[in-house]
Each structure stands twice: as structure tokens, then as C-alpha cells.
């Protein structure tokens, strides 16, 4: 090995360590990136050389620049986004629903069913009574506004999660296509021995962020590529640099969005969304919100026949029988039960006295108030005690849903942590690499220094 040799192997080490210590300036700079994966330069000895038939060395070189990634950990953080997305989606709806039926804060349905059926045992003390009347009629108006404006609350809210649905699925088609282009310019960077783990980093925050909205399942192929299937279903979403899309069609029946997918490369089908954010959406306006609101139209069912068939059973102060006192349309009752103003035109119309008594009787009214405390066999139990479990129930519902997202987040922060703790830069260890690479680089050039100096001296043993 001459001289030359020396020099170039001294070189060859600036360039080698001025790399290395690009590559710890680009972990320092993203120290805050979201989802950057620290990089490493991996340096091996340089193929080595024969010199009077002894083999030498040739220096260094860098094998690779790795990334420090844990296919299992994004394994495990995608699923994890999964279940974090859909229980947050759902909880935060349920609290939006649950002041509706918080009588504990305001006077709600609970009280006006109460307030209802007190007004009617209020009219047993004065049967002819105007005020006392009144008092039946107002209190009936203000139930029926009760149940309307809960129905409407549910209502509402079933329309906002149909409607939500539009933004979101243009958000995960927008992800989706983002996707397919990193896959793209991945493949074709490492095709040409390029460095793509930046764009590998992107990629798979993408992924992590598509997890949140909806269930997938990944694999990564030898390309540098990653495919992404629908969890709940199996289509396909992404196949190399080609994406797949969700998209909204209108149901003739109920007038709500059906959920499609077209892979890659296929045919667009309905699918049954079950889980991420879009999995809690459909749930919601498919099944949670329903079940509150078919039991609020039982209650209001129930309540409108029970009085309608003893209202039926008394006199009005003229003698008259046979009157409805609400007006109910069957499959939302709790949207359209109201006084029955055809019937009911003014207080002498409220049937107080038991059939073929006088004017000045009670008895038919002091039966509605007894209502107020009887079984209902349709509903198991009286309205009060059917209501309360309703309550009971959206109150557990949000509770447990509360409960099960605290848990998400601390399972999703430890895993973070994981990675954190394993992809992510250290300020302390970055430094230190910068300092040997620094002083490596400087070695080096001392290494060329020397060898120019070498060469001086047996340039002047020539002289």
C-alpha cells in the first residue's frame, strides 16, 4: 500500500463520517416530528486489497442507513387506533345526547310525566274547577313539548351522524390516495439504492392516522410497499401505488347513506362498517340512537293509550263520553303525541267525573291519577320507573363508554412509549454520536495531513 492508498483511505473517511453526521443532524432536526423513525448509519470495512500478496485493509464504508422501526409495535398501535377511534367517536356522542335526559340539572321529561299526572289529582279537590282544568291542559302541553323535544334531539342526531359521514370518508379516501403515492415514490427511490426512510416514516404515521378512522389490516411487501386491507370486509385499499375509495349511495328504504367500497382494482359493494370512527358512527345511527328513541316512542306510546282509554271511560262537564284526550301517530310517538285540540277544544271537555255521575264528580279523574302509579303491562313497570331506566341507561352507556376511552388512551400512550423509547431521537445519544463522528472527521483529515506530509518528505529525498 503507498501513499496514495493512505490518502484515499483518509478520503474516503471524510465523506464516510460527514454523512454520518448529516444523517444525526437530520435525527436532531425532527427530535418533535411526529412518527419519525431515528436513522443509523451502519459502517462496515471496505472490501480489502492485496499489496506485495498481503491483503489490506481499504478503509471504510456504510453499508446501510437504517431506520429504527418495529413492525409488531405498528402492529399493535394501528389496532390500538382502531379501538381508541371508534369508543372516542362514540362517547363523545353519547355526552352530546345525555343532557336531554339529565332531569337531575333541569325539569325534563321525568318531571312533566309527573307534573302531568299531578295536575290530574289536583282536580280531584275541584272536578269543576277552571283553573284546576287548565292545569291538566297545560301540563299535557308541556309534556308533549317534553317528548318532542327529546325525539328531536335523537332525531337530530341520528341526521348529523348520517351527514358526518360525507367528510369522513373523503378524509380517508384523501389518506388513502396519499398512501398509494408514498408506496410509489418509495419503490421507485430503492430502486435506484436511494434512501426512502423518511418517506417510509410518512407513510406509516398515514397508516396510523387511517387506523384511527377505520379497521384495516397491512402488509409489507419486499418492494418497499405496503397493502392495506378493510378490516371489516377484506376489500382491498391499497395495492401498491394504486388506492381504493369509499363512497356514500342514499338507501331507498331509510333514507340514510349505505357505506361502499371499490378496491384497486374491483367492483363497488355495500359494507357493514364495525369498527374505527366509522364503525362507531354507523353503530350509532344504526343502533344506539334508535334504541333510545323506539324507547322514548314506547313511553309516549303507552302514556297516550292508557290516558286515551280512561279519558274515554269518564264524563266532560256537559255528559258527554267517549273522548280522546292525545293524538298520536304510531312509529314516532314521541315526535307527534300532542293534546287532542279537535276533542279537547276547552277545559269543560276533560272527562273528570266517572261515567253517568255528575258534573261535580271525581272519580274518573282521581282513576288518571292513580295511572300515574299503576303497572303497565307493555311496559313492566310504571312510566316514572320505565323513564328512570332509559335514563339509568344512557347515563351507563356514556359512563362505561367515558371509562373504556381513559383505558384506550393510557394502553395508546404506552405503546407510544414503547416507540418512543425505540424509534424515537435521543437529544443525549444523538449528541454523543455527533461528537464521535466529529472527531472521526477530523481524524481522517489528519490522516490525508499526514500523508501529504509523507509525501513531501520523499518528494524532497528526490531533490
Not at 115 to 122: C, E, K, L
Not at 302 to 330: E, K, P, R, Y
Not at 366 to 373: N, R
Not at 380 to 401: E, N, P, R
Request: no cysteine; glycine share 8%.
Amino acid at each position: 500500500m503507498g501513499i496514495s492508498a493512505a490518502m484515499d483511505i483518509g478520503k474516503n473517511g471524510l465523506t464516510i463520517y460527514r454523512v454520518a453526521s448529516e444523517v444525526t443532524s437530520e435525527n436532531i432536526a425532527n427530535v418533535n416530528t411526529p412518527g419519525y423513525s431515528r436513522q443509523r448509519v451502519i459502517l462496515e470495512t471496505a472490501p480489502p486489497t492485496t499489496a506485495n500478496g498481503f491483503p489490506m485493509g481499504t478503509g471504510v464504508r456504510i453499508s446501510s442507513v437504517e431506520r429504527y422501526y418495529d413492525g409488531l409495535l405498528q402492529n399493535q398501535l394501528v389496532n390500538a387506533q382502531t379501538k381508541q377511534g371508534f369508543d372516542t367517536a362514540k362517547s363523545t356522542v353519547l355526552q352530546q345526547i345525555e343532557p336531554t335526559f339529565n332531569d337531575v340539572a333541569n325539569d325534563g321529561l321525568g318531571a312533566a310525566i309527573s307534573d302531568f299526572f299531578g295536575a290530574w289529582q289536583d282536580l280531584t279537590l275541584n272536578p269543576a274547577g277552571v283553573a284546576e282544568r287548565q292545569a291538566v291542559m297545560t301540563r299535557a302541553n308541556i309534556l308533549s313539548d317534553n317528548f318532542h323535544s327529546a325525539s328531536k334531539t335523537l332525531t337530530d342526531s341520528i341526521t348529523m351522524q348520517n351527514d358526518s359521514l360525507k367528510p369522513l370518508t373523503d378524509d380517508i379516501n384523501a389518506t388513502l390516495k396519499n398512501i398509494a403515492e408514498l408506496n410509489s415514490q418509495i419503490k421507485i427511490t430503492e430502486l435506484v439504492s436511494g434512501n426512502a426512510n423518511e418517506t417510509r416514516d410518512q407513510r406509516d404515521q398515514l397508516i396510523r392516522d387511517l387506523s384511527g378512522k377505520i379497521g384495516i389490516t397491512f402488509t409489507e411487501n419486499s418492494d418497499g410497499t405496503t397493502d392495506i386491507k378493510y378490516a371489516d370486509g377484506g376489500a382491498s385499499l391499497v395495492t401498491g401505488g394504486s388506492a381504493g375509495s369509499f363512497s356514500l349511495t342514499v338507501n331507498v328504504g331509510t333514507g340514510l347513506y349505505d357505506v361502499n367500497v371499490t378496491p384497486p382494482s374491483g367492483v363497488t359493494a355495500v359494507v357493514a362498517p364495525a369498527t374505527g370512527e366509522l364503525g362507531a358512527i354507523i353503530e350509532l345511527r344504526d343502533t344506539i340512537i334508535p334504541g333510545y328513541l323506539a324507547t322514548l316512542d314506547t313511553l309516549a306510546g303507552n302514556i297516550a293509550s292508557s290516558v286515551n282509554t280512561q279519558h274515554n271511560l269518564g264524563d266532560d262537564l256537559s255528559g258527554t263520553q267517549g273522548l280522546d284526550f292525545f293524538t298520536v301517530t304510531a312509529g314516532s310517538e314521541a315526535s307527534s303525541i300532542a293534546l287532542d285540540t279537535t276533542k279537547i277544544t276547552d277545559t269543560s271537555k276533560i272527562a273528570a267525573a266517572s261515567d253517568g255521575q255528575p258534573s261535580g264528580d271525581s272519580g274518573n279523574a282521581l282513576v288518571m291519577a292513580q295511572l300515574a302509579s299503576s303497572n303497565i303491562v307493555a311496559l313492566g313497570g310504571t312510566f316514572s320507573s320505565y323513564y328512570t331506566t332509559l335514563v339509568s341507561t344512557v347515563g351507563l352507556d356514556v359512563k362505561s363508554a367515558k371509562n373504556v376511552v381513559a383505558q384506550d388512551e393510557a394502553f395508546t400512550k404506552q405503546l407510544d412509549s414503547l416507540r418512543e423509547s425505540n424509534s424515537g431521537v435521543s437529544l443525549d445519544e444523538e449528541l454523543t454520536n455527533l461528537v464521535k463522528y466529529q472527531r472521526s472527521y477530523q481524524a481522517s483529515a489528519k490522516l490525508i495531513t499526514t500523508a501529504t506530509e509523507m509525501m513531501d518528505t520523499v518528494i524532497g529525498l528526490v531533490r
